[in-house]
Every structure is written in structure tokens, then in C-alpha cells.
């Protein structure tokens, strides 16, 4: 039993919408990791020393990720019982909340150790509807896709990643160019996140224009047929039947977050403090790196309609895996073109497994459980990956002096993400309309 299919036009409007809210959740979660690595030490932990002062920020960081499979878990019941839109909108409110509050926060001078506190708490928060928006922009954009478009359509969600980052560093970087680095440091910092109320803007505007997901809807019809049922637990179900295909998702998307952070946070710390290169310098990199990656993302995931899911993600692992030296070789030029080569390199070689990602992560479950599943998938992963890397790199730089464990690093989450993708199956001709569905792994 399948739902009436939308017209092309009609899908592009949904999938821009989904590319909005994600790009304004990602902007929102990615200030946290520029802050943290350029501000938060000095403001909110003065009392360590510079070294210890940014471990901590990144620690901080961290506890995002943390939340984030929490936040899956959260929204994906929501998102599988009640449906992808209203869960969408929900993580949406969440992460404007908690931004607006990080703005609003007082430092450690003015209300003491109360305040590096509260600052977790928010990033935690954060972390929770992060944790749900993914899972939501997703689905809104590749159940409603045709087939044969359906990794195209997945990758709007997906590009909300670069545009986030892009519109994080602007933001900083202008601001900080407007004003002096002091009043940078007591004031200008919080001006993009309280910028962050715009999140409930989009929210409005979307739950006026969007409808429920035709898999969603088919489901709900079958089930007041009495020809299946709603799952009264999708994350309990998931777990049960469907456990290993969600650890070896994980596992594949380890990777992903793992170097994705050690491109844009990581190498804010690296190029700056190491390098004692010009703020401004590194943000642009950056910039121009994440500007590349967008049509990069949208090009891999139209490949992948044609080719299949599983070969283009082992192509990006594997090249991954070879860029862990030649990245630190042309950062440590000390250059803008150096810095700007070896982003850009690394995260185009990154968009060949993150582009098809949205389409093959949701086509591993069945519709009864598939907003769960691959939010834990995804979640497990960026906990594994982006939690641990800008803090794991900044200690093995300390400890070692030398970038190439970093490298060797590297190499290793590649090589798992190449043995997890292996294990599982192909995942293009997929139904996703089909409620009952069952995707097997090898």
C-alpha cells in the first residue's frame, strides 16, 4: 500500500525546508565549537592554564555529543509514534532555547564556578535536539522523495552541515572584525547566539507548510486497517531486532564526526595557538572549505542513486583514511593556502560517504522504527567520533609534540568504517513506503 507521491516541484519545497531548519540547528550547535575553542577557556575557565583552559572548553564541547544519542532516543519515539514533523519542529524549539540561553550567560567573574556549569547543562540541551532534529530533517526529506532521487533529496539535510559552519564562522568573523578583540571577548561573542531566536521563526513556518511523510502516513493507515501496528517502543524494537545494523551504522559513521570536527574545531585550536596564524586567516579557510563541500555533498548523493550507497561510502573511507598525513603536511605551512588546501581536500573526500548517508541511513529500517534507528545509528557514531577527537587530538598533541598520532588516528576510524559499511547491505531500491520492510545485514 503506497501514499500518493508528491510532484517534483512540491518535494523541492520540503526538501529546502528541511535544508533551512538544519542549516539554522547546525549554525546554532557548530558556535559552541568556534566559542570553544577561541573564547570559552578565557571566559569561563580563567583560573586554569592556557592548555588545561582549552581541554576543558573542549570537554565542554563534548558533552554534546554526549546527549546526542539521548536526544535520539527522545525524538525518535516521538518521531516514530507521533511523526517526523511534529518531532522536527520540536528539536527545532529545543536548540533555540538552549543558544538564545548560552548568549544570555553570564561569565565565570560574574556569577563564579556557577557558571561553567549552567554553560554544560545548555550544551547538553543542545545536544538533545540535536540529537532529534537530524533523524526529522531527514526523514521529512527522503520519505517524501522518489526512489530514484532519493539520495539527492537526502543530501538538502545534509548541507545544512557546511551551511551551518559557513554561517557560524561569518558570523564570528564579522564580528570580531567590527569590534575590538576586548569587546569581542566581554560582549560580541554572544551576538550570534542570541541571533539564534530566528530558530523559532523557521519552526512557525514550518509547521504551517509542512505535512506529515508519506511513509508516516501510509503506516498510520495501515495500522487503523488493523494490517500492522504503530510500535508502542521503536527504540525497544530497534534494539531487539535490528541491534546489530544500528552498531555497524555507528560504526561507519564514526569517521564522519571524527574528522569533520578535527576540520573545523580542532584546526581552529591548531592553526591559531600552534601556528600562531591570524585568527581571521583560519576562519576563512574554513569557510572556503565548507563553501566547496556543499555541491560536493549534493554531486556524491546523486551518484549514489545511480551506483548505489555502499561503494561510495567505502571509496570515502578509504580516501579518508589516506589524507591523515598529507592534511597535517599542508596545515603545518603555516599558510592560508596550505590550511585551505588541506580542508578543502579533507572535507570533499568526507562529503563522499556524508552526501549518500541521509538516504542509506534511513533505508536500513522500516518505517516502524526508521526515524529511531537511524538517529541512533547516526548518534552512536557522532558520540564515538566528534565527542572524543577535538579533546583526543588536543591531548595527543600535548603529549606526544607531534600531529602524526593525530594522523594515525585517523587511519584507524577510517579502517573501522570501511569493515562496518562492508557488513552491511546495499540499500538503494529500497521501498520506503513499504511499512513492514525488513532490511537484513550480511
Not at 538564545?100 to 556569577?111: D, F, K, R, T
Amino acid at each position: 500500500m503506497s501514499s500518493p507521491s508528491l510532484d517534483e516541484r512540491s518535494i523541492r519545497k520540503v526538501a529546502s525546508l528541511s535544508l533551512v531548519g538544519a542549516s539554522v540547528e547546525w549554525f546554532d550547535f557548530f558556535l559552541y565549537g568556534t566559542a570553544a575553542a577561541l573564547v570559552f577557556p578565557k571566559l569561563f575557565f580563567p583560573n586554569a592554564d592556557p592548555a588545561t583552559g582549552v581541554l576543558l572548553s573542549f570537554a565542554t564541547f563534548g558533552v554534546g555529543f554526549v546527549a546526542r544519542p539521548v536526544g535520539g532516543i527522545i525524538w525518535g519515539h516521538f518521531g516514530d509514534r507521533a511523526g517526523r514533523k511534529k518531532a522536527f519542529l520540536a528539536a527545532l524549539l529545543t536548540m533555540a532555547a538552549a543558544s538564545v540561553l548560552i548568549g544570555l550567560l553570564p561569565s565565570y567573574a560574574a556569577i563564579g564556578v556557577a557558571a561553567p556549569i549552567i554553560l554544560t547543562v545548555l550544551r547538553f540541551v543542545q545536544g538533545l535536539a540535536v540529537g532529534g532534529q537530524w533523524g526529522g530533517a531527514v526523514l521529512l526529506a527522503t520519505e517524501f522523495a522518489p526512489k530514484h532521487k532519493r539520495g539527492l533529496y537526502g543530501s538538502f539535510a545534509q548541507i545544512g552541515v557546511p551551511i551551518g559552519v559557513l554561517l557560524g564562522n561569518v558570523a564570528f568573523f564579522f564580528v570580531s572584525q567590527a569590534v575590538s578583540p576586548q569587546a569581542f571577548l566581554d560582549w560580541g561573542w554572544r551576538i550570534p547566539f542570541i541571533g539564534s531566536v530566528l530558530l523559532v521563526l523557521v519552526a512557525l513556518y514550518a509547521h504551517r507548510k509542512l505535512e506529515e511523510t508519506p511513509a508516516f502516513t501510509t503506516l498510520q493507515k495501515l495500522a487503523a486497517e488493523g494490517e500492522t501496528t504503530v510500535s508502542r517502543s521503536p527504540v525497544v524494537e530497534v534494539l531487539r531486532s535490528s541491534w546489530q545494523r544500528v552498531l555497524l551504522a555507528g560504526g561507519a559513521f564514526t569517521v564522519i564526526n571524527t574528522v569533520f570536527y578535527l576540520y573545523i574545531t580542532f584546526s581552529q585550536h591548531y592553526g591559531k595557538n600552534i601556528l600562531k596564524m591570524d585568527q581571521g586567516d583560519v576562519l576563512l579557510a574554513i569557510a572556503i572549505a565548507s563553501l566547496v563541500q556543499i555541491p560536493a555533498l549534493a554531486g556524491f548523493a546523486a551518484l549514489s542513486d545511480r551506483i548505489g550507497r555502499r561503494k561510495i561510502y567505502l571509496t570515502g573511507a578509504v580516501l579518508t583514511g589516506l589524507w591523515g598525513f598529507p592534511l597535517f603536511w599542508l596545515l603545518d605551512t603555516g599558510t592560508v593556502w596550505g590550511m585551505t588546501i588541506g580542508l578543502t581536500v579533507g572535507l570533499t573526500v568526507m562529503s563522499i560517504m556524508y552526501g549518500p548517508l541521509a538516504a542509506f541511513f534511513a533505508e536500513l529500517f522500516n518505517a516502524r522504527m526508521r526515524y529511531s534507528g537511524a538517529s541512533l545509528g547516526y548518534q552512536l557514531g557522532a558520540l564515538f567520533g566528534g565527542a572524543i577527537s577535538s579533546l583526543l587530538a588536543t591531548w595527543l598533541l600535548q603529549t606526544y609534540g607531534s600531529t602524526t598520532p593525530i594522523s594515525l588516528y585517523i587511519i584507524l576510524v577510517s579502517a573501522i568504517a570501511v569493515v562496518c559499511t562492508y557488513l552491511l547491505t546495499e540499500t538503494y531500491q529500497h521501498d520506503l513506503d513499504d511499512a513492514e520492510e525488513s532490511v537484513a545485514t550480511t
